[in-house]
């Protein structure tokens, strides 16, 4: 079942379910409500979350946060609200900024990669803020866009997605079933397939200290 929105997910774990996927930001107030426990999270580039570069051209010489008063900024995400968005409001305040929507001329969102940084790399929009992975693989496809490009701003490795069982299931045996099938996923070419289409390595044990460094994101 695909939801539209937070609260029709939220809703939903009312009643019993198998598992939920999700990204962090809604799993964040999924726990709240205490009707799931987090079990496996994403694993891409070896890494069980995503880095983000806030980019720019050097030829514009953008090479504060601050010099991006006004500009037009790209963001790899379908809506705002994202982890993207949060650790962009993040380095705002930490540099006593205005928030992105009164900082920014104008902000645009896409899931596309080549949408968000290639109107970077041919001078139609200022700033773009992309994952590393897309970033490496959009160098390799273009030299001239690791030439041209200037990364601003780095940051930690953040959790992505998080998978979470039923906190009210009483059938173990059937969530040990789910838990193989998904953590073992890579090792067949057709899981492989599948995990390619969300850039997935593989799938692997939650574990506490993943979301220390996304809730830093929040202070």
Not at 24 to 52: D, I
Request: proline share 3%.
């Amino acid at each position: 079942v695909i939801f539209e929105n937070d609260e029709e997910l939220i809703d939903a774990t009312k009643t019993n379910f198998d598992f939920v996927l999700s990204t962090t930001v809604t799993w964040v107030k999924l726990l709240k409500k205490g009707n799931v426990k987090p079990v496996l999270v994403n694993q891409t580039q070896g890494s069980y979350g995503f880095v983000y570069y806030l980019v720019t051209r050097k030829d514009k010489n953008l090479t504060h946060l601050s010099d991006l008063k006004s500009q037009r900024l790209n963001i790899l995400a379908r809506t705002d609200g994202q982890t993207p968005s949060l650790w962009l409001e993040k380095i705002l305040r930490d540099n006593k900024l205005p928030v992105k929507n009164k900082f920014f001329g104008e902000i645009f969102f896409d899931y596309k990669p080549t949408n968000i940084l290639l109107p970077v790399f041919f001078k139609k929009v200022d700033a773009a803020v992309i994952t590393k992975e897309s970033f490496d693989v959009m160098c390799e496809l273009n030299p001239n866009i690791k030439k041209d490009l200037n990364i601003l701003a780095i940051s930690k490795t953040l959790l992505f997605g998080v998978l979470s069982f039923d906190t009210k299931s009483k059938n173990k045996e059937r969530e040990k079933f789910i838990y193989d099938i998904l953590t073992t996923m890579h090792n067949d070419a057709d899981g492989r397939q599948f995990l390619s289409l969300f850039s997935l390595d593989k799938i692997i044990p939650y574990k506490e200290e993943y979301l220390s460094k996304f809730m830093e994101l929040y202070k």
